[in-house]
């Protein structure tokens, strides 16, 4: 069986086919496997370059890391913030921007007087199969409230606007609630658990694939691009490597777990109605920087924050902050004295932000620093990761989408998809989506 896409949904599938007792092929196209999981070294130390956290709340991610047999970390006690309306302020707690305690949110002063009673006058309103969550919330909330906390929540998960991304893709239990009812009825009764949002591993998300390669029991391919794929007599035939030194590998089955427009490519002879649908699924591009500081230039009240949000309508350069020392334990170990924190840009539609060179990138994050947390110090070290066309955009109709798609493969015996195209962008859903295409190839034999 073959495998295309090293990320952490290809890992994960290589690894679940594998354990059936399977010959398992992975084939990555860059040097590298793990995908949007990748560590580098800033001033000596390494740390995440992409993703850095995993949901707690959900179990794929926690079941993984203990079929590898590491543990888990969670993050520290320091609270996230949010710039709004000239001031660092504390992020209310809510669903996906949803205000779940009223008096949080009037406290915060994350909204204008206005704004707060134009949320507390919830306007009951019909709800539709699926809507934007922008849309959703502004009817019910107005519109301060999604420019304010919707905005920055889900331009940190997705890079995308709330105006665009679909309610029932990705906040389904939002949709729920609507149509029972008042949200903010129902946000009251939302329980506060004590149990951790995240995890990580230690040593950060970026040892997650060398975990699984390690102990996986198949064989990865790495600097080898899947060019073509086809359908032959008793299974599959892809073509792999340079143009000019093609090579054809054989397969009974197919995990596709690449990305939407190589998944697109890779499949517009075998099913075209699936390819087109693939290809206008939307992505947007991101950019990571990480600065490394010397402990005794930065402020000590940093170290109560683990970052902070910004509202696309302050029209900042960054879209975050998160102060990897501050929220997490193993990141602060790793050198007392270093400091290493990230800033966030790019969102869907918005390439020009990212249209810098890298210390263009390291100097409109430093000029955010100093003017949104007081960070005037000059860094030992940076870091810029870029991450182009990097996360899919569930637009409005997704979930048909999506089963339109399945639909097609369906009838394609030995192909399954998987990856963050699909059931959710973050790192548990995807690994829950390689463990169903796992399903998928497996009980259909
Ligand atoms: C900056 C950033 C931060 C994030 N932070 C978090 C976070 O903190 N928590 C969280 O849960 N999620 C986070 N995410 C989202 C999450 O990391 C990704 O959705 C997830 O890792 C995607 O995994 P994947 O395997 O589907 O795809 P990818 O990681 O994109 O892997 C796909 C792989 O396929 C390979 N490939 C593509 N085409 C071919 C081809 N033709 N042949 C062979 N190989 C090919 C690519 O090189 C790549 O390695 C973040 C994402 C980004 C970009």
Do not use: N
């Not at 707690?93 to 007087?113: E, I, K, N, Y």
């Amino acid at each position: 069986m073959v495998v295309v896409g090293g990320g952490v949904a290809g890992l994960v599938a290589a690894r679940g086919l594998a354990a059936t007792g399977r010959d398992v092929l992975l084939l990555e196209a860059s040097p590298q496997v793990g995908g949007k999981l990748r560590s580098a070294e800033v001033a000596g130390l390494t740390v995440d370059v992409g993703a850095e956290a995993m949901l707690a709340r959900r179990p794929e991610g926690l079941d993984l890391a203990d079929e590898l047999g590491t543990e888990v970390l969670h993050p520290t006690a320091a609270t996230s913030g949010v710039w709004s309306r000239g001031a660092l302020r504390p992020l209310p707690r809510s669903l996906m921007g949803v205000p779940l305690d009223l008096d949080q949110l009037a406290g915060s002063g994350v909204l204008s007087p206005e704004g707060l009673a134009r949320v507390s006058a919830e306007t009951p309103t019909d709800v539709a199969d699926d809507v934007s969550v922008g849309d959703l919330v502004a009817s019910r909330l107005g519109v301060e409230v999604v420019e304010r906390l919707v905005e920055p929540l889900l331009g940190g998960v997705y890079a995308g606007h709330a105006r665009r991304i679909s309610a029932a893709a990705a906040v389904p239990q939002l949709l729920a609630m609507a149509r029972r009812g008042s949200l903010l009825d129902q946000a009251a009764s939302v329980p506060v658990s004590a149990a951790p949002v995240f995890a990580t591993l230690p040593g950060g998300m970026g040892r997650l694939p060398g975990l699984v390669v390690a102990g996986g029991g198949f064989e990865a391919r790495t600097s080898a691009t899947v060019r073509a794929l086809r359908r032959t007599a008793d299974g599959w035939a892809l073509t792999v490597g340079p143009t000019t030194h093609p090579e054809t590998v054989e397969a009974g089955a197919v995990v596709l777990a690449t990305p939407a427009t190589p998944t697109a490519r890779l499949l517009a002879d075998v099913t075209p109605a699936a390819a087109a649908e693939l290809a206008s699924v939307e992505s947007a591009s991101v950019a990571v920087v990480t600065l490394a500081f010397r402990a005794q230039d930065l402020p000590d009240a940093l170290f109560e924050r683990s970052g902070f949000l910004v509202p696309p309508v302050e029209r900042r350069a960054i879209k975050a902050a998160t102060f990897s020392f501050a929220k997490w334990g193993w990141v602060r170990d790793l050198d007392p004295d270093v400091v290493v924190l990230r800033t966030s840009l790019g969102r869907h539609r918005e390439e020009a932000t990212l249209q810098a060179t890298d210390e263009g990138l390291v100097r409109v994050s430093l000029a955010d620093l100093a003017s949104l947390a007081g960070i005037t110090a000059r860094p030992v070290d940076t870091h810029v990761q870029r991450w182009g066309g990097a996360l899919p955009q569930y637009a409005v109709g997704h979930l048909d989408r999506v089963a339109r798609i399945r639909a097609a493969v369906a009838d394609l015996p030995g192909l399954a998809l998987c990856g963050a195209t699909y059931d959710g962008v973050g790192v548990p859903a995807v690994i829950g989506s390689a463990r169903r295409a796992v399903a998928s190839l497996t009980q259909a034999e």
